[in-house]
């Protein structure tokens, strides 16, 4: 192609509407359906176009991923500058956009050594800053750390979060209210809510 | 194929051999390399046999599936009529041998329905078998149920362990070894040893 202006910026959007596809298609119909033509037909472009710009299907796949974490770490800086960090992410992982990926994610990681690595990396990376607002909240409210630290906190509520994603997938729910129910608990008494907000609390859940 | 005694003995054999490299597939490549071709290759059988002895590719996932959770099933019960259930459980679900398989499961049950209603189906049995053995560990050893009771102890147990699994796939180490101590401390709680076992398990560690 040639390289004037005009279609190095028909160029880069070509390829975002390639790498747009395969996160719908990952999304809706799982990594069955990753293939060159199958992307390339969703986004109404040519197979070929996909060799184009990607080196191999990995590459384009690793593009996928961090699209989802460029958009799960807009939400999760999000639910950690706000009031009740806790709350807030403990809402986003257990009802998480990306979660219907996540697996999906988890099983191409076997295949494709680059898309692992661009995982652990990134999973590392949320995870550290969830463990300073972690500790943070523990230092502000004075909260010891002999049942539970910072770290083993973050692990517990991501792990529980993740189950619930997973599991709801399979439609298992046996246990879920129970947890729940120390889940908001946790909540109550690590990041508790003041009266204005307890009243709108009320509100809400009369009105649901 | 003749309906005689000895081919259908024949024919067994090549569908065992056919769920038995399909396992294996799954296990080692993961589900993308989960084909026809590659299964009939693996078993050193013809293609056109994988679709003799089953109706579709769903059919044989569901075959393998079932293969996992028998083995699952043997060591879980095995566990659960141990002398410790609540430390048998945890080891064996955080070193789960059909761990590497579980993630393909969950996302090649996006695809195949059938295999999707199987894994509901299995999970809720193990998961009522766990509580039940729960239930009677609190009961026999008086447990109060006010911070987390049968059913949450363990979801909680199960999510961890499952946690641990996805996590060591992906390489994400950050806040394991606070949740491991916090284990130590609920099993020791939980599901104490007594004192000859104690000195046991201390030369073991020793000798680790």
């Excluded at 996540?102 to 076997?110: H, N, P, Q, S």
């Excluded at 692992?116 to 999973?123: L, Q, S």
Aim: hydrophobic share 40%.
């Amino acid at each position: 192609m040639a390289s004037t202006p005009g279609s190095k910026a028909r160029g880069s959007r070509s390829k975002l509407r390639l790498i747009e596809a395969a996160y719908d298609l990952l999304g809706e119909e799982g990594y069955h359906a990753f293939s060159a033509r199958r992307v390339a037909q969703k986004a109404g472009l040519k197979p070929q176009l996909v060799h184009y710009y990607f080196r191999s299907m990995e590459e384009l796949l690793i593009a996928v991923f961090q699209r989802s974490s460029a958009r799960y770490f807009r939400l999760h800086d999000e639910a950690l500058s706000s009031r009740h960090p806790m709350r807030a992410l403990w809402a986003l992982n257990s009802n998480l956009p990306e979660g219907k990926r996540m697996t999906e994610y988890v099983a191409l990681g076997k295949v494709y050594p680059g898309l692992r690595e661009e995982m652990r990396h990134t999973g590392e990376r949320f995870r550290s800053q969830q463990i300073e607002a972690m500790e943070r909240i523990y230092t502000e409210r004075g909260f010891d750390h002999t049942i539970v630290g910072p770290h083993g906190m973050v692990l517990l509520m991501s792990a529980v979060a993740r189950n619930f994603v997973i599991e709801d997938e399979v439609g298992v729910s046996l246990g879920h209210d129970e947890v729940k129910q120390l889940i908001r608990q946790v909540l109550d008494r690590f990041d508790p809510l003041d009266a204005d907000e307890l009243a709108g609390a009320d509100l809400a859940s009369h009105g649901a």
